[in-house]
């Protein structure tokens, strides 16, 4: 076997294992683009990891679940089974997917195109988002207003008013989070547009029951044609009794820490 | 299949999510912790991860891996996809769907069955060398800095022993008389 190819196999591996470093991961890009292999990971040994941790562990008899969390995860096990209903399965979903799985493939489209060697991995994803993602930025907010309403008529949702802050006086919205959902939305008037190559909208949402530090509540944009914006919060971890909520603007993609140098507005339970 | 207790929670049996909670906890706590040193965030990652296992109980194959097996492989991708994401450092996209339908195919794992025997047995195979930092990593659940500490192995080589040792083994699950691995055509 090549060195080129031993090096493109351990990198693969190292991947699957989540211990690459940035210069690893640039290498297994390049190698990727080199190799024309738009695929995301190694089916195979990522199995094999998976069942060695699992099969062959000798950690988990001996780490037991904390009664609060075993308590935690029964209550859960309650909410998925109250309907009597069957799971979802994500194969069956319905022809346009799930939500994830659109953002998936966005993800994998941006991905394709950034492999100057992958046109056809862009060529085919293009083709399905051509059919999975919705057509018209109308069916999408017509889509998230449902969502929103739904959530709006859950008596356990928090809601709360958007109010401008300096500089953002003309600014107002709303904002609703469901916690058993894990799932909110946004409504944004009067905010200036943004050139998502300068700067950012985030959001960060205050959950003093899990720690001090600010959820991320995803990076979103305004667009130009003005109107009001409904925006789906997606928070990175979960969110149980949020008590504010704060837009900012930050550098584009984000940050992880806020400085709130530019605080847009702020929403209080 | 029928028995399986994800065939049960996918037929809608109430009992069942409450038995996989029972029979797998442990090792999905374990998994998450692995991971993560923020035991808040492990529980948070536990209860997604329980979640994902309801929701894609009928995508369970008995014949391509045991129910453990099943149960790591989405444990460990949303831990990977969530740390993914707390890096920021999106230059690969989320681990795809976890699916045991499909047919082989370039994407699909070509995973006939995988269980402990054909592992145990696969293992056996490798130089001491290698086994020894496979077993530590992943059966002792030792960190890549315990092992090169306890070993005296440079941090370096113990990340790319594991990585070979992964490779070995896939290589060695290849070659085995029994159907584990089918050729990707």
Known sequence: ?269 | MENSIFHRIASGDKNAMRDCVKLYGNLVWSIARKHFQDAALAEDIVQEIFTELWRKAGNYRADKATETTFVSLIARRRCIDQIRKNQRRPKFQPLPETNFNGEPSVEAPSVNRLDRENLTHALGTLSNDVRNVLELYFIKGHSHGDIARDTGLPLGTVKTRIRRGLIELRNCLRKMDTPLFQANT
């Open chain 1, 1 to 269: 076997m090549s060195d080129f190819k031993h090096r493109y196999e351990e990198l693969r591996a190292g991947q699957v294992l989540n211990d690459l470093d940035d210069a690893e991961f640039a290498d297994l890009e390049q190698l990727c683009g080199e190799l024309e292999d738009s695929s995301s990971y190694d089916p195979e040994i990522e199995m094999i990891a998976a069942a060695l941790e699992g099969e062959l562990s000798e950690t988990y008899n001996e780490t037991a679940v904390p009664d609060k969390l075993s308590q935690a995860l029964m209550a859960q096990v309650e909410t998925f089974t109250k309907g009597g209903e069957s799971p979802v399965d994500s194969n069956t979903e319905g022809e346009n997917g799930s939500e994830e799985e659109r953002k998936d493939t966005v993800l994998m489209f941006m991905d394709a195109m950034r492999h100057p060697f992958a046109g056809w991995g862009a060529a085919a994803a293009i083709l399905l988002l051509a059919f999975l993602l919705p057509s018209t930025k109308e069916v999408t907010t017509a889509n998230y207003l449902a969502e929103r309403s739904v959530l709006l008529e859950d008596t356990s949702s928090v809601v709360a008013e958007f109010r401008g802050l300096d500089g953002f006086e003309a600014a107002r919205g709303s904002v609703v989070w469901n916690r058993g959902e894990q799932k909110g939305f946004m409504t944004l008037a009067g905010l200036p547009s943004n050139n998502p190559l300068e700067a950012q909208y985030q959001l960060w949402i205050v959950d003093p029951s899990r720690d001090t530090e600010p959820v991320d509540g995803g990076v979103f944009d305004i667009p130009k044609d003005g109107g009001e914006a409904v925006i789906p919060i997606e928070a990175k971890l979960r969110v149980d009794q949020p008590v504010l909520f704060l837009v900012t603007r930050e550098k584009p993609g984000g940050v992880v820490v806020s400085d709130q140098v530019v605080k847009v507005v702020l929403a209080e339970v």
